[in-house]
T-cell receptor, first 115, second 114 residues
Framework: NAGVMQNPRHLVRRRGQEARLRCSPMKGHSHVYWYRQLPEEGLKFMVYLQKENIIDESGMPKERFSAEFPKEGPSILRIQQVVRGDSAAYFC?????????????FGQGTRLTVV | AQSVAQPEDQVNVAEGNPLTVKCTYSVSGNPYLFWYVQYPNRGLQFLLKYITGDNLVKGSYGFEAEFNKSQTSFHLKKPSALVSDSALYFCAVSQFNAGNMLTFGGGTRLMVKP
């Protein structure tokens, strides 16, 4: 059973370009969470999605960031018109359900560098 | 709103000695508490969790944590540290009605010296 798969592992974008980060949850998991980790900081929650639904996006910046989890295919975190401050590690996690206390499994992250 | 504090940016311990990484939390209602470990350029690996029941929770790699409701703490412990335990440790909290959205502490870097 493969774990949470994120790609690419590393992504370099010039300022103003778009970044697309992909996350395939563990088999059987229908809940996906995106977190951002700035250098030497903890992880900050961004968005929580189920298939075709955004459940909570309270941690998403109001502009340029969007996320989706379509019926088929991976979850996508999209950052438009990237700026240097977007440089960070973006982690995806998945869990099988909403029952509180179920541990989430994390992918290895996508490290975005904006030059 | 919920929050997690890890008061120590770094903990240094000699190999073979016991280690403690501190965590306190603030949440309305009953918390679900987690410890994760992160090795360089890797994702987070689950170590252990507290949901309910026995306050002493045992997890992976010999780690354990003690839930203390009165002190709102969930300190991570290990009786005998290994050099390979050197990594970044994160405490996190979630609530029963919030799916599995986690609020993380800022992390504590554990350095175990031979």
């Amino acid at each position: 059973n493969a774990g949470v798969m994120q790609n690419p592992r590393h992504l370099v974008r010039r300022r103003g370009q778009e970044a697309r980060l992909r996350c395939s949850p563990m088999k059987g998991h229908s809940h996906v969470y995106w977190y951002r980790q700035l250098p030497e900081e903890g992880l900050k929650f961004m968005v929580y999605l189920q298939k075709e639904n955004i459940i909570d996006e309270s941690g998403m910046p109001k502009e340029r960031f969007s996320a989706e989890f379509p019926k088929e295919g991976p979850s996508i975190l999209r950052i438009q018109q990237v700026v240097r401050g977007d440089s960070a590690a973006y982690f995806c996690a998945s869990s099988p359900g909403t029952t509180g206390g179920t541990e989430a499994f994390f992918g290895q992250g996508t490290r975005l560098t904006v030059v | 709103a919920q929050s997690v504090a890890q008061p120590e940016d770094q903990v240094n311990v000699a190999e073979g000695n016991p280690l403690t990484v501190k965590c306190t939390y603030s949440v309305s209602g009953n918390p679900y508490l987690f410890w994760y470990v992160q090795y360089p350029n890797r994702g987070l690996q689950f170590l252990l969790k507290y949901i309910t029941g026995d306050n002493l929770v045992k997890g992976s790699y010999g780690f354990e944590a003690e839930f203390n409701k009165s002190q709102t703490s969930f300190h991570l412990k290990k009786p005998s540290a290994l050099v390979s335990d050197s990594a970044l440790y994160f405490c996190a909290v979630s609530q029963f009605n919030a799916g599995n959205m986690l609020t993380f502490g800022g992390g504590t870097r554990l350095m175990v010296k031979p």
